[in-house]
C-alpha cells in the first residue's frame, strides 16, 4: 500500500520561504511523477507541480518564479520550496503521486503565513 | 491557466441522480481524455472517482460515473446517498505538462 507522510514549518513570516518534505512508502518510486497540491482556507484546490524521479519538474506557471520542487531518490522524498510568501499562500498543503489522476495524497500540512 | 467552472453548489434528495458540470476549453477539457474528478469531505484528503473522463478506480463506488462532451465534462452521482455530500472537484491537463482543477462543487443531500 502506498503511503505519504509529508512534514514542514506550519507557521511563516512574510517573504519566508515555505519548505515542505514528502516521504513516499510502498509501491515504486521511479515510475511516477510526484505533486504538490494546495487548498486554501475555505477554497478550492491549486496544482503547484510535479517532479519525476529524474528530477524533470514542471510548475504552474503563475507560481513558477517562486516555486522550486526536489527529488531525493535514494530516500524516496520530494520536496516544496516556495519563497517570498505571503498571506496568499496560507493554505493546506499536500503531496501527491502524479498529478492528472491522484490517487495517493500525503495527510496535508496547513501553511499559515502571518506576521 | 484559468480554472474550469463548475457551479458553486447542487442539491440533491436520497435516490436521486445529480450531475456537476465542469467546463473548460479546447486547451484543456476540451484537448485531452485527462479530466479527472475528486470527493473532499471537510478535513480531509481529496478522493479520486473518476479518472481519464469515464474511468472509476478500485475503491470508487459504482455509483459515479464521468463523461465528457466538447469542452464541458460531467459527473454523475445515480442514487445519492447521505454520505455523498462533499465537495466534487474535477481537474484536467492544460497542456505543457500543467493541469488544472475546477473551483469546486458543494453537494447537498437534502
Known amino acids: 500500500q502506498v503511503q505519504l507522510q509529508q512534514w514542514g514549518a506550519g507557521l511563516l513570516k512574510p517573504s519566508e520561504t515555505l519548505s515542505l518534505t514528502c516521504a513516499v512508502y510502498g509501491g515504486s518510486f521511479s515510475g511516477y511523477y510526484w505533486s504538490w497540491i494546495r487548498q486554501p482556507p475555505g477554497k478550492g484546490l491549486e496544482w503547484i507541480g510535479e517532479?519525476?524521479?529524474?528530477?524533470?519538474?514542471n510548475y504552474n506557471p503563475s507560481l513558477k518564479s517562486r516555486v522550486t520542487i526536489s527529488i531525493d531518490t535514494p530516500n524516496n522524498q520530494f520536496s516544496l520550496r516556495l519563497s517570498s510568501v505571503t498571506a496568499a499562500d496560507t493554505a493546506v498543503y499536500y503531496c501527491a503521486r502524479d498529478s492528472a489522476a491522484t490517487e495517493y495524497w500525503g495527510q496535508g500540512t496547513l501553511v499559515t503565513v502571518s506576521s | 491557466q484559468s480554472a474550469l467552472t463548475q457551479p458553486a453548489s447542487v442539491s440533491g434528495s436520497p435516490g436521486q441522480s445529480i450531475t456537476i458540470s465542469c467546463t473548460g476549453t479546447s486547451s484543456d477539457v476540451g484537448g485531452y481524455n485527462l479530466v479527472s474528478w475528486y470527493q473532499q469531505h471537510p478535513g480531509k484528503a481529496p478522493k479520486l472517482m473518476i479518472y481519464?473522463?469515464?474511468n472509476r478506480p478500485s475503491g470508487a463506488s459504482n455509483r459515479f460515473s464521468g463523461s465528457k462532451s466538447g469542452n464541458t465534462a460531467s459527473l454523475t452521482i445515480s442514487g445519492l446517498q447521505a454520505e455523498d455530500e462533499a465537495d466534487y472537484y474535477c481537474c484536467s491537463y492544460a497542456g505543457s505538462s500543467t493541469v488544472v482543477f475546477g473551483g469546486g462543487t458543494k453537494l447537498t443531500v437534502l
Open positions: 481519464e473522463v469515464s
Open positions: 517532479i519525476n524521479h529524474s528530477g524533470s519538474a
